[in-house]
């Protein structure tokens, strides 16, 4: 059994991790695993228009709050084969000129 201590460093990176930017798409999908149709949230890079997997996707995506300043998305990534239940905080970046 996991000590729930041992899991907080792990925590820190993910939540310490620096901000990504993109395009953020949703669409609905088909989810292979799932055999049904799903809402996907996807950040593609501002310079291609082709999706990269460095970031996995969020299934099953709903909004969950939303502010003038940004909004926050739930639902799960999938990694290999395993679905974690995530949430995304959503903010307008400011790019370089």
């Known amino acids: 059994m996991q000590n729930f201590f041992d899991a907080i460093p792990v925590w820190r990176e993910v939540v310490n991790q620096p901000p990504r930017d993109g395009d953020l ?3 609905e999908s088909l989810d292979r695993e799932r055999r049904r149709y799903v809402r996907a949230a996807r950040l593609f890079s501002v310079e291609s ?3 990269s997997s460095e970031l996995p996707e969020l299934l099953d ?9 940004a909004f926050t998305l739930a639902g799960f990534e999938r990694v290999a084969g395993v679905e974690y239940a995530q949430s995304w905080l959503v903010a307008e970046c400011s790019l370089p000129d």
Do not use: F, G, K, W
Not at 61 to 69: D, I, K, T
């Open 61 to 69: 995506v709903r909004l969950m709050a939303m502010s003038p300043q």
């Open 25 to 27: 798409r949703i669409e």
């Open 49 to 51: 228009a082709i999706y």
